[in-house]
């Protein structure tokens, strides 16, 4: 059975996520609304772009919480970039409460303003070595905390890659590459965790 892909499309790089998803066999749809985010999902999106704007508009339009709470309760999560703030419990020099959901502190822009645009490559633990990664104005995570949150990826010294149970995040945007193992890796980690799949929970 394909899984069912939610993708948070408020701003940034959502789309091609939905391209590579849909390329390696996933149903995708998009959220914009409440309404949007009760379909039935075996797992969540939330892409690269701007995480201010982002967040600005999951509070206005009730979406901050609901998201939240579902990924508390178990719903599988991908965070890209923006979306890997997003789900920072804390961000360096910053406290307006997010998604929050991963043990770990980002730093925002970590590579500069205008210079924080590159690509590499990269092992990323589980998934393979020579992952392509493009990085862009992207954060890096400077602590992982706890005992749940693992360092998948480094770079640098730095952290980019990260998961904690069924929340995985990169500060990069494999989205934007042919390949697709990063996305292969998700869908696995939705295969293993337990929560019934979205077909089952419509019937
Ligand atoms: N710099 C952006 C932010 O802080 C993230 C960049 C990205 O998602 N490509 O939200």
Redesign the pocket.
């Known amino acids: 059975m394909n899984p069912v892909i939610g993708v948070l499309a408020l701003q940034?790089a959502f789309i091609e996520h939905e391209k590579m998803l849909r390329k390696i066999g996933a149903e995708v749809f998009e959220i914009r609304q409440p309404a949007d985010f009760r379909q039935p999902k075996d797992g969540l999106v939330i892409p690269?772009?701007?995480?201010?704007t982002q967040l600005k508009l999951l509070r206005e339009l009730g979406l901050l919480e609901p998201i939240r709470e579902e990924i508390r309760r178990g719903l599988p999560v991908f965070g890209?970039?923006?979306g890997l703030?997003l789900l920072a419990k804390r961000v360096e020099g910053e406290d307006s409460r997010r998604i929050a959901t991963m043990d770990m502190e980002v730093c925002?822009?970590a590579y500069g303003r205008q210079l924080g645009s590159f690509t590499t490559v990269a092992a990323v633990e589980d998934v393979g070595s020579d992952i392509p990664m493009t990085f862009?104005?992207?954060?890096y995570i400077n602590k992982v905390e706890g005992t749940e949150c693992k360092t998948l990826a480094t770079v640098d010294g730095h952290v980019v890659a990260a998961r904690q149970g069924v929340q995985l995040a990169t500060a990069f945007?494999p989205e934007l590459e042919s390949d697709t193992r990063v996305h292969r890796y998700f869908l696995k980690m939705i295969a293993e965790s337990s929560l019934p799949s979205a077909e089952k929970k419509e019937r």
């Open positions: 940034g690269g772009g701007e995480s201010t890209t970039c923006a703030i925002r822009n862009i104005r992207a954060p945007h």
